[in-house]
C-alpha cells in the first residue's frame, strides 16, 4: 500500500475480460499454491503454520448494515507437512463471536470441534485453539465480526459521494484480517480463497478476487481467487458502485457520480501495466481494477490483488497524482507475488514496489517526472528519518511487542527504493532488469525473509562480480540505522529553477506575480512550498495566495503542502479551508502532519481538537488511532 509517507502508515489489483466466476461454480484454483520459503517466526501472529497450515478458504457472509457486522462462516482447508499429524489448529482472531466450529475429514460429514479463545490482547487479538482429528482436512467456524471491528468500515450515506446509500469497506494489512476472518493471520501463509456475500439488493459487493461488472445487482454475490494470497490480501468493499472499463483488462469501480472522473483520470492503466510487463515480465492476475473508495479511506491505496483500492483524493484532474496508482499495480509484482514472510521483512514488499514504481513512471511519463519524485521521495526519507530513533532507520526493523501499523514509516519504502537504485547503479540497469525478472519468476507466489532476499542476491548477482558487489555495503543498507556513506542522491535538473525562484521570492527579489509558476507541475509546486518551510511572516504568504489562489487548491497534495505552511505562519485566512481539508477525507498521510503541525501551539491545540471533535466520527479507526495520539484525545 501506500502505507503512507510521512506516517507511521499504512498499505493495497484487478481484473480482465471474462474475469472471475461470480457464481459459486466448484473450479479448482489454478496455480498450486506454492510453500513458502520458510516458516519464518513472525512476532504477530499466534498461528502454527509449521504444523498444519491453511491452503483454502470458503467465506459465505450475510453484510449487516443496521447491526455493523458480517455474520456468517469460514471454511478452512488444512494440510499438514510429510508425516505431520497435529491436532491443535491455532488462528487468530480479534473481536470475534465463534458460534460454533466443526471439523470434517472430506469436506462432507462435519463432527463439533471443541474450541477455546485466549485472552485478548491490544495488538495481537485472541488466539483461537481448535482441536482437530489427526485426519481432518477441514474446518468450518460459524460466526460474527464485531461493529468495531478494526478491519471493517462502516460508513454512513452521508460519508459517501452518493450520500443515499451506505457503504463498507476493508482494510486487512497489516493484522487486521483476522478482526473480520478468523485465519492465520501471517504474510507467510497463502491460500485460494472463495466467497459469497449477501448484501442488501440496491448494493454491489466486489472482492481482491474475479469481479463481474454485468454481475446482476441482486444482493447475492459470488467471487472466487484463484491464485494464492496472504491474509492481509483478503478484501471486500459494498456499495452503490458501478464499473467503467479502461482496456479489456483494466478498468474503474467507483461511486457513480465519480466514476467517469476516475476513468479519465486512470486512462493511462494499460499503458502502465504494459510498461510493468516489459521491465518486469508478465501480469499474473489477470485483471487489474481500481476501486475508488469514499474519502475516508485512510491510506493514499492498497494493493488488493486484481482490485486495488485508492483514495479520491488522488483525482487531480490532470493525473499528476498517478504515480499512486503505478505503486499500487506495481505490488502486483513487488508483495502480492514476492511477498515479505513477516512484517519486520516489510521493506521487501515497498522499497521494491518504490523502486519498480518510479520504473514505471519513468517509462510512461518520462524521465524528468521520474526525476522529480525520486527527489521528493528523498526529502521525505530525510525529513522523517531526522526524528526517528536508529532502531527505526533499519530496514530489516525489530517489530517485537509493537504493532506494526505503528511501525511502518519511510524507511522501508525510501530507504529500501534507494538501496535498490545503488543496485542498479553498480551492476548497470540492464543487469539488475535481468536479476528483478528472476527474483520475481523464482519467488513467485511464495513469501520470503529477508535472509532468503539476500541469500538469493548474493547467488545471482554480487558473487558473479566481487569488484562490483565491495561497492555495495549490503550488511549496512539492511541492517544499519541511516543511509550509507555511498547511497545515491537523487537529482533533478527541473528542481533547480524551482530553488532559484524560492529563494528570490522569499528574499523579496522577485514579486509573486512575476514568478515563472504558470507551467508548473505538482511536483514543482511541492517542492516550492517545501523550500519555503517552516514558516514565513503572514503578508508573504497573502501575497503569494493573490497571485496562486493556494488557499482553493483543488490539487490535494499541494493543499496539504500548503496548509502546512500556513499553520506554521499563523496565515488565518487559510484556516477555514484547513477545516474543510480535515473535515472531507481521512487520510492519514495528511492528517497526521496536519494536525502534528497543529497541536505545535495552544492555539493550534484548540483548533485541533475543535475540528476533531467535528472529523473524528468520519475517519477510519486505523487513522482515529493515530490522531488520537497526536492530539490527546480523552473522549
Ligand atoms: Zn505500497
Same mark, same amino acid.
Given at each position: 500500500?501506500?502505507?503512507?509517507?510521512?506516517?507511521?502508515?499504512?498499505?493495497?489489483?484487478?481484473?480482465a475480460?471474462?474475469?472471475?466466476?461470480r457464481?459459486?461454480?466448484?473450479?479448482?484454483?489454478?496455480p498450486t %499454491?506454492?510453500?513458502?520459503?520458510?516458516?519464518?517466526?513472525?512476532?504477530?501472529?499466534?498461528?502454527?503454520?509449521?504444523?498444519?497450515?491453511?491452503? @483454502?478458504?470458503?467465506?459465505?457472509?450475510?453484510?449487516?448494515?443496521?447491526?455493523?457486522?458480517?455474520?456468517? *462462516?469460514?471454511?478452512?482447508?488444512?494440510?499438514?507437512?510429510?508425516?505431520?499429524?497435529?491436532?491443535?489448529?491455532?488462528?487468530?482472531?480479534?473481536?470475534?463471536t465463534?458460534?460454533?466450529?466443526?471439523?470434517?475429514?472430506?469436506?462432507?460429514?462435519?463432527?463439533?470441534?471443541?474450541?477455546?479463545?485466549?485472552?485478548?490482547?491490544?495488538?495481537?487479538?485472541?488466539?483461537l485453539?481448535?482441536?482437530?482429528p489427526?485426519?481432518?482436512?477441514?474446518?468450518r467456524?460459524?460466526?460474527?465480526?464485531?461493529?468495531?471491528?478494526?478491519?471493517?468500515?462502516?460508513?454512513?450515506?452521508?460519508?459517501?459521494?452518493?450520500?443515499?446509500d451506505?457503504? !463498507?469497506?476493508?482494510?486487512?494489512?497489516?493484522?487486521?484480517?483476522? *478482526?473480520?476472518?478468523?485465519?492465520?493471520?501471517?504474510?507467510?501463509?497463502?491460500?485460494?480463497?472463495?466467497?459469497?456475500?449477501?448484501?442488501p439488493?440496491?448494493?454491489?459487493?466486489?472482492?481482491? $478476487?474475479?469481479?463481474?461488472?454485468? $454481475?446482476?445487482r441482486?444482493?447475492?454475490?459470488?467471487?472466487?481467487?484463484?491464485?494464492?494470497?496472504?491474509?492481509?490480501?483478503?478484501a471486500?468493499?459494498?456499495?452503490d458502485?458501478?464499473?467503467?472499463?479502461?482496456?479489456?483488462?483494466?478498468?474503474?469501480?467507483?461511486?457513480?457520480?465519480?466514476?467517469?472522473?476516475?476513468?479519465?483520470?486512470?486512462?493511462?492503466?494499460?499503458?502502465?501495466?504494459r510498461?510493468?510487463?516489459?521491465?518486469?515480465?508478465?501480469?499474473?492476475?489477470?485483471?487489474?481494477?481500481?476501486?475508488?473508495?469514499?474519502?475516508?479511506?485512510?491510506?493514499?491505496?492498497?494493493?488488493?490483488?486484481?482490485?486495488?483500492?485508492?483514495?479520491?483524493?488522488?483525482?487531480?484532474?490532470?493525473?499528476?497524482?498517478?504515480a499512486?496508482?503505478?505503486?499500487?499495480?506495481?505490488?502486483?509484482?513487488?508483495g502480492? =507475488?514476492?511477498?515479505?514472510?513477516?512484517?519486520r521483512?516489510f521493506?521487501?514488499?515497498e522499497?521494491f514496489?518504490?523502486?519498480?514504481?518510479?520504473?514505471i513512471?519513468?517509462?510512461?511519463?518520462?524521465? @524528468?517526472?521520474?526525476g522529480?519524485?525520486?527527489?521528493l521521495?528523498?526529502?521525505?526519507?530525510?525529513?522523517?528519518?531526522?526524528?526517528?530513533?536508529?532502531?527505526?532507520q533499519?530496514?530489516?526493523?525489530?517489530?517485537?511487542?509493537?504493532?506494526?501499523?505503528?511501525?511502518?514509516?519511510?524507511?522501508p519504502?525510501?530507504?529500501?527504493?534507494?538501496?535498490?537504485?545503488? =543496485?542498479?547503479?553498480?551492476f548497470?540497469?540492464? @543487469?539488475?532488469?535481468?536479476?528483478?525478472r528472476?527474483?520475481?519468476?523464482?519467488? $513467485?507466489? @511464495?513469501s520470503?525473509?529477508?535472509e532468503?532476499?539476500?541469500?538469493?542476491?548474493?547467488?545471482?548477482?554480487?558473487?558473479?562480480?566481487?569488484?562490483?558487489?565491495?561497492?555495495v555495503?549490503?550488511?549496512?543498507?539492511?541492517?544499519?540505522a541511516?543511509?550509507?556513506?555511498?547511497?545515491?542522491?537523487?537529482?533533478?535538473d527541473?528542481?533547480?529553477?524551482v530553488?532559484?525562484?524560492?529563494?528570490?521570492?522569499?528574499?523579496?527579489?522577485?514579486?509573486?506575480?512575476?514568478?515563472?509558476?504558470?507551467?508548473?507541475?505538482?511536483?514543482?509546486?511541492l517542492h516550492?512550498l517545501?523550500?519555503?518551510?517552516?514558516?514565513l511572516p503572514?503578508?508573504? =504568504?497573502?501575497?503569494?495566495?493573490?497571485?496562486?489562489?493556494l488557499?482553493?487548491?483543488?490539487?490535494?497534495?499541494?493543499?496539504?503542502?500548503w !496548509?502546512?505552511?500556513?499553520?506554521?505562519?499563523?496565515?488565518? %485566512?487559510?484556516?477555514?479551508?484547513?477545516?474543510?481539508?480535515?473535515?472531507?477525507?481521512?487520510?492519514r498521510?495528511?492528517?497526521?502532519p496536519?494536525?502534528?503541525?497543529?497541536v505545535?501551539?495552544?492555539?493550534?491545540?484548540?483548533r485541533?481538537?475543535?475540528?476533531?471533535?467535528?472529523?473524528?466520527?468520519?475517519?477510519?479507526p486505523?487513522?482515529?488511532?493515530?490522531?488520537?495520539?497526536?492530539?490527546?484525545?480523552?473522549?
Amino acid at each position: 500500500m501506500r502505507y503512507e509517507r510521512l506516517a507511521a502508515v499504512t498499505l493495497t489489483c484487478l481484473a480482465a475480460t471474462g474475469c472471475g466466476e461470480r457464481s459459486t461454480a466448484t473450479k479448482e484454483p489454478s496455480p498450486t %499454491p506454492a510453500a513458502s520459503a520458510a516458516s519464518a517466526r513472525d512476532v504477530h501472529s499466534y498461528s502454527n503454520p509449521a504444523e498444519v497450515r491453511v491452503r @483454502r478458504v470458503d467465506l459465505d457472509w450475510d453484510v449487516l448494515f443496521d447491526k455493523k457486522i458480517l455474520r456468517g *462462516s469460514a471454511a478452512l482447508s488444512l494440510e499438514r507437512p510429510a508425516g505431520g499429524r497435529a491436532t491443535s489448529l491455532v488462528l487468530d482472531t480479534r473481536d470475534l463471536t465463534i458460534e460454533k466450529v466443526e471439523s470434517s475429514p472430506d469436506g462432507a460429514a462435519w463432527a463439533v470441534a471443541s474450541f477455546s479463545l485466549g485472552p485478548s490482547d491490544p495488538i495481537l487479538g485472541s488466539a483461537l485453539t481448535i482441536r482437530v482429528p489427526e485426519n481432518a482436512t477441514q474446518v468450518r467456524i460459524a460466526y460474527e465480526t464485531s461493529p468495531k471491528a478494526s478491519g471493517l468500515q462502516w460508513l454512513e450515506p452521508p460519508q459517501t459521494a452518493g450520500r443515499k446509500d451506505p457503504f !463498507l469497506f476493508t482494510q486487512s494489512q497489516a493484522i487486521h484480517a483476522r *478482526s473480520w476472518i478468523p485465519l492465520q493471520d501471517s504474510p507467510q501463509v497463502r491460500f485460494t480463497y472463495r466467497a459469497r456475500v449477501r448484501t442488501p439488493k440496491n448494493l454491489v459487493a466486489v472482492m481482491s $478476487a474475479g469481479n463481474d461488472p454485468e $454481475a446482476p445487482r441482486d444482493g447475492d454475490y459470488g467471487f472466487e481467487m484463484p491464485q494464492p494470497i496472504p491474509s492481509y490480501l483478503v478484501a471486500l468493499a459494498v456499495g452503490d458502485i458501478g464499473f467503467a472499463p479502461i482496456s479489456p483488462r483494466a478498468g474503474v469501480w467507483a461511486e457513480p457520480s465519480v466514476v467517469d472522473r476516475a476513468a479519465r483520470e486512470f486512462s493511462d492503466l494499460e499503458s502502465m501495466l504494459r510498461a510493468a510487463e516489459e521491465l518486469f515480465g508478465k501480469y499474473r492476475w489477470e485483471r487489474y481494477d481500481v476501486l475508488v473508495l469514499p474519502p475516508s479511506f485512510p491510506f493514499g491505496g492498497m494493493e488488493n490483488p486484481r482490485l486495488t483500492f485508492a483514495t479520491p483524493t488522488i483525482l487531480a484532474g490532470d493525473k499528476s497524482l498517478v504515480a499512486l496508482v503505478a505503486h499500487e499495480l506495481a505490488h502486483s509484482w513487488a508483495g502480492n =507475488l514476492v511477498t515479505n514472510a513477516t512484517w519486520r521483512d516489510f521493506w521487501l514488499n515497498e522499497g521494491f514496489t518504490v523502486y519498480l514504481e518510479r520504473r514505471i513512471i519513468e517509462r510512461v511519463y518520462g524521465v @524528468r517526472r521520474a526525476g522529480m519524485e525520486a527527489v521528493l521521495g528523498l526529502q521525505d526519507l530525510e525529513k522523517e528519518m531526522a526524528g526517528l530513533p536508529e532502531k527505526d532507520q533499519i530496514l530489516h526493523v525489530d517489530l517485537g511487542g509493537r504493532d506494526p501499523d505503528d511501525g511502518f514509516t519511510d524507511v522501508p519504502y525510501e530507504k529500501g527504493a534507494l538501496f535498490l537504485r545503488h =543496485l542498479e547503479e553498480v551492476f548497470g540497469r540492464q @543487469r539488475f532488469d535481468r536479476f528483478l525478472r528472476g527474483y520475481f519468476d523464482h519467488f $513467485a507466489f @511464495r513469501s520470503i525473509t529477508t535472509e532468503d532476499f539476500v541469500q538469493y542476491l548474493r547467488a545471482n548477482l554480487l558473487d558473479e562480480s566481487p569488484g562490483l558487489a565491495g561497492k555495495v555495503p549490503v550488511d549496512e543498507w539492511i541492517e544499519k540505522a541511516g543511509l550509507p556513506a555511498t547511497a545515491p542522491r537523487p537529482k533533478s535538473d527541473a528542481l533547480a529553477p524551482v530553488e532559484a525562484a524560492a529563494a528570490g521570492w522569499r528574499e523579496g527579489k522577485i514579486r509573486a506575480a512575476d514568478l515563472p509558476a504558470q507551467d508548473w507541475s505538482t511536483h514543482e509546486w511541492l517542492h516550492f512550498l517545501r523550500a519555503l518551510a517552516p514558516a514565513l511572516p503572514k503578508e508573504k =504568504l497573502a501575497e503569494l495566495d493573490t497571485a496562486f489562489r493556494l488557499t482553493d487548491a483543488g490539487n490535494s497534495e499541494i493543499a496539504n503542502q500548503w !496548509l502546512l505552511l500556513a499553520i506554521a505562519s499563523g496565515y488565518d %485566512p487559510a484556516y477555514p479551508r484547513l477545516e474543510r481539508f480535515l473535515t472531507s477525507m481521512g487520510r492519514r498521510k495528511f492528517l497526521k502532519p496536519l494536525y502534528e503541525e497543529l497541536v505545535k501551539t495552544p492555539e493550534g491545540k484548540t483548533r485541533a481538537l475543535a475540528i476533531y471533535r467535528k472529523a473524528r466520527a468520519t475517519y477510519h479507526p486505523i487513522a482515529v488511532a493515530t490522531v488520537d495520539k497526536i492530539v490527546g484525545w480523552s473522549g
